[in-house]
């Protein structure tokens, strides 16, 4: 049975206890997972902490940038086995795994080291009251050790999104993947010591959150910033953790996002940019749409054509290139999914697609697959209009006018995406602008620039990542004031 360790201080380590690594497609256990203790995520933050003084500092920015691209070049070098890693833990098809997340993994540290490269300070010459004046700019300094925990729909895409500014800003980090996803991380691992990331820079503690490595490391009074993608109420404990130390955090959070689509649009590009925003990785993508609004003159016939794609999509082996459904990610999620599904019926939908768990006859059947579903018919007050599902599921509902849209699209305590169809240039900008959201796409869905602000409003999480606003976090200005 393979193993998968913790890296601290340059070294890979067992922990005391481990727990199982399980396979989303059949159930079976892939890897046992060493859980860090206290002590270890001691040591890791001490490590990291030590190593902010080290061989890191002295590289500088072209330095560790240049080592970053190296990270990156690591990553490519092992692609094939990254691919396989993160689709035995998350059960997602191969050629999602392949396009997506670990190219995107070796983006993050190429498009972070030349942004650190790249980056101006500013500057500004001040007029004093004497008739003289003063000279203020500002420096950048690493924040120092930085916790990053994080989920696991996109485990080394979104580890490395934090991983990578980080580092490119000085940093030193100790990492918690999430416990469904490890594998990735301690992957990574290997990939950072063949670049030559000096001991102690790069961290990696296994375990879970309350009670376990994520509690310790956002406890910890030797971590000075958390950043964190998850649920929002994780976001919310983590906040209550942090207060004592009053450390910043980056909070990238969940949400319930809706698409609003016009009569005029290109309506199949709509309907398949639709099929992908609500089902691409089994609707585990936080920026899925879970709430479909459609103009009521094409109501009907989107709703077909959307099933017609439900339908079609193939929940085969992870492995096999045809497949582009995978299992959800344990059967924990499988049931919270399923209870939503049960709720939507009780609440008075009607169930278009889906609505169930498929059958194989074969050892899919002991994994973690559910039903591409679609919903019409519940009125916007419904707990599954309002509440994060995270599965491949939406509700479609009409609207009468474009005021409409907006008010429905926009009445959630969530504010993270939404998208918007429409072949008429003004609408897109008009009604894009009234989103109530952090990312707005028109006529596309999770197209990036990592050169963006990335984040979300309400309950969606704190601040902006991507680009500068990344390296803004994940750095300290110190102002300096001279007088002339
Ligand atoms: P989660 O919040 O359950 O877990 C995320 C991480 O937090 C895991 O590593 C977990 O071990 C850790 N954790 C849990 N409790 C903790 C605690 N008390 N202290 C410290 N760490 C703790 O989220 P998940 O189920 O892994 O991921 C799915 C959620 O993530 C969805 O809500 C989704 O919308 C959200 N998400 C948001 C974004 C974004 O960019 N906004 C991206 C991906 C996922
Ligand atoms: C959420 O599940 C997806 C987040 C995506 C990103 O953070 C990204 O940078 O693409």
Redesign the pocket.
């Known amino acids: 049975m393979k193993s998968i360790l913790n890296y601290i201080d340059g070294r890979f380590v067992r922990g005391q206890h481990e727990f199982e690594d399980v396979n989303p497609a059949d159930g079976t256990v892939i890897a046992q997972v060493s859980e860090a203790d206290q002590r270890q995520v001691d040591d890791a933050v001490g490590a990291a902490r030590h190593a902010l003084r080290g061989e890191w500092s002295r590289l500088g920015v072209r330095g560790r940038a240049d080592r970053l691209h190296k990270v990156a070049d690591a990553i490519e070098a092992r692609f094939d086995c990254f691919v396989k890693a993160e689709v035995s833990d998350t059960g997602k098809p191969v050629t999602l795994a392949s396009k997506l997340d670990v190219p995107r993994a070796a983006a993050n540290f190429r498009v972070f080291a030349d942004l650190a490269k790249m980056a101006g300070l500013e500057s500004f010459q001040t007029e004093t009251p004497d008739g003289k004046s003063a000279l203020n700019y500002a420096v950048r300094k690493p924040l120092g050790v930085i916790g990053i925990?994080?989920?696991?729909?996109?485990p080394l895409l979104?580890l490395t999104w934090k991983v990578a500014p980080a580092l490119a800003c000085g940093n030193t980090v100790v990492v918690?993947?999430?416990?469904?996803t490890p594998a990735t991380a301690t992957l990574l691992a290997e990939a950072m010591q063949e670049a030559g990331i000096p001991r102690g820079v790069y961290n990696v503690v296994h375990g879970?959150?309350?009670g376990s490595a994520?509690?310790f490391?956002?406890q910890h009074s030797e971590v000075d910033a958390i950043t964190?993608?998850?649920?929002?109420r994780?976001g919310a404990?983590?906040m209550r953790?942090v207060a004592p130390t009053v450390k910043p955090v980056s909070f990238?959070?969940?949400?319930k996002n809706a698409a609003i689509v016009f009569a005029d649009c290109e309506f199949e590009e709509a309907v398949n940019g639709l099929s992908e925003a609500v089902f691409l990785n089994t609707g585990q993508v936080?920026l899925c749409a879970e709430r479909v609004y459609v103009d009521r003159s094409i109501f009907d016939r989107f709703v077909q054509a959307l099933k017609r794609k439900a339908d079609s999509l193939h929940p085969g082996w992870p492995m096999e290139k045809d497949t582009d459904l995978g299992p959800l990610i344990s059967a924990q999620h499988r049931d919270k999914v399923l209870s939503y599904y049960r709720l939507a019926e009780e609440e008075g939908a009607t169930t278009i697609a889906g609505g169930g768990v498929p059958q194989f006859g074969d050892a899919r059947d002991n994994g973690f697959y559910i039903q591409p579903t679609i919903y019409t018919g519940l009125p916007e007050s419904a707990r599954c209009m309002k509440e994060?599902i995270?599965g491949p599921v939406c509700h479609v509902t009409p609207f009468d006018s474009e005021d409409e849209a907006i008010a429905m699209a926009n009445d959630t305590k969530y504010g993270?995406a939404a998208s918007i169809w429409t072949s008429n240039l003004q609408r897109g900008h008009r009604v894009a602008q009234k989103m109530n959201v952090g990312i707005t796409w028109v006529n596309c869905w999770y197209l990036r620039d990592l050169r963006t602000p990335f984040g979300?409003v309400g309950l969606?999480?704190i601040g902006r990542e991507g680009g500068m606003h990344s390296l803004n976090f994940y750095s300290e200005l110190n102002n300096i004031c001279i007088r002339l």
């Open positions: 925990i994080t989920p696991w729909n996109l979104l918690k993947p999430s416990e469904e879970f959150g309350e994520g509690e490391l956002t964190f993608t998850g649920e929002s994780t404990a983590i953790a990238e959070l969940g949400g936080c994060e995270f993270l979300g969606s999480g």
